[in-house]
C-alpha cells in the first residue's frame, strides 16, 4: 500500500491519504495488539548491517526488556519513524532514556523516551544477493553479540568526532589533481 498522492492534498486514484502521524499510530497499535510488523528498509544510516531492500520485523517489547545493541523502530523528536540501534542509557532525573544512533552514522541521535519506541527490530530478512534472502534472528547469541559489538563502535565513533571538535581538528580535503 502506497500512502504516497501524486499531487498535494489529493490521494492517487480516489485513495484515502493517511498522514505520518496516522501512519505511526497505526504501527503502535497493531504492534501493541501483538502483532509483528515487517518494514521494508530505506536509507543508508545502518549501513552496512541492515540495507536497502532488507525485510524487518518488528515487535512490541518492554522498554525495560531493550538492551545495547538492539535495533528499535522509534519516533524522532522531529516526528519521523526511524531504525537505529541502542548505543547506551542515559537518565534524565527517574528516566531512562535509550541513546541510539545508525551503524554508519557519525553523530548520535538524541535520547529516545519510552513512549517514543515502537518496537524492536526481531528478524532482518535479506533480499540480496540471494534470490531466497536470508533471516536472521536478532535474539541469538551470536547477533546479540554483534549488536553490541555494533554499538560499542558507533558510540566510540561518535566519541571521537566529539574530541576532534573539541580540539578543532578537521577532515583535509585532498588536493585536486594528485
Do not use: Y
Not at 13 to 35: K, M, N, Q, W
Not at 72 to 89: A, D, E, L, S
Request: aromatic share 6%; proline share 7%.
Amino acid at each position: 500500500m502506497s500512502w504516497r498522492t501524486s499531487s498535494p492534498g489529493k490521494p492517487p486514484h480516489g485513495g484515502l491519504h493517511v498522514s505520518l502521524a496516522d501512519r505511526i499510530d497505526l504501527f503502535r497499535e497493531i504492534l501493541e495488539r501483538g502483532a509483528d510488523v515487517r518494514v521494508p528498509v530505506t536509507g543508508r544510516s545502518m549501513r552496512p548491517f541492515l540495507r536497502d531492500g532488507d525485510i524487518v520485523t518488528v515487535r512490541s517489547v518492554p522498554f525495560v526488556s531493550l538492551r545495547r545493541g538492539d535495533i528499535i523502530f522509534f519516533k524522532n523528536c522531529g516526528g519521523q519513524p526511524v531504525m537505529h540501534r541502542i548505543v547506551r542509557w542515559r537518565r534524565w532525573g527517574d528516566e531512562a532514556l535509550a541513546q541510539t544512533g545508525g551503524d554508519a552514522a557519525v553523530c548520535l541521535d538524541h535520547p529516545v523516551r519510552e513512549g517514543d519506541v515502537l518496537g524492536r527490530v526481531r528478524f532482518v530478512e535479506r533480499r540480496r544477493p540471494a534470490p531466497g534472502g536470508r533471516k536472521i534472528d536478532m535474539d541469538s547469541p551470536r547477533w546479540r553479540a554483534i549488536g553490541r559489538f555494533l554499538a560499542f563502535t558507533t558510540l566510540t565513533r561518535a566519541g571521537l568526532r566529539a574530541i576532534a571538535k573539541k580540539l578543532g581538528l578537521r577532515r583535509q580535503a585532498a588536493p585536486a589533481g594528485d
